[in-house]
């Protein structure tokens, strides 16, 4: 099986960063993608960012362009969300997720993706 393990999140203040990362182990998803979302209480998991292992295309939502970014450590199966310019709207657990395959329906679908880490609580204050 496949595990995710996300940290880094934290407590920031409006304006500030963050680096979260995403570690995987077991299978590599070669064909896959791996994404990150996100949930604030009371509200349904939404699409934030995502990244193919197996191309250089990179995904965002509406919400985060300009200001967040995905990327991948070379010779680790890593995956970073460096979040810049933070506001407290982008409070939420983060989680990450990984799918076997393209999710040729919607890359932003939570449904699409069969693993989920724990996720890592990020807080940005005001």
């Known amino acids: 099986q496949v595990q995710l393990v996300e940290s880094g999140g934290g407590l920031v203040q409006a304006g500030g960063s963050l680096r979260l990362s995403c570690a995987a182990s077991?299978?590599?998803?070669?064909?896959?993608?791996m994404g990150w979302f996100r949930q604030a209480p009371g509200k349904e998991r939404e699409f934030v960012a995502a990244f193919r292992w197996s191309g250089r295309n990179t995904y965002y939502a509406d919400s985060v362009k300009g200001r967040f970014a995905i990327s991948r450590d070379n010779g680790e199966n890593t995956v970073y969300l460096q979040m810049d310019s933070l506001n407290p709207e982008d409070t939420a657990i983060y989680y990450c997720?990984?799918?076997?395959?393209?999710?040729?329906?919607?890359?932003?679908?939570?449904?699409?993706?069969?693993?989920w880490g724990q996720g890592t609580q990020v807080t940005v204050s005001s």
């Open positions: 077991g299978r590599t998803f070669t064909s896959g993608v």
């Open positions: 997720a990984a799918t076997a395959k393209f999710p040729i329906l919607g890359i932003g679908v939570p449904s699409a993706y069969g693993y």
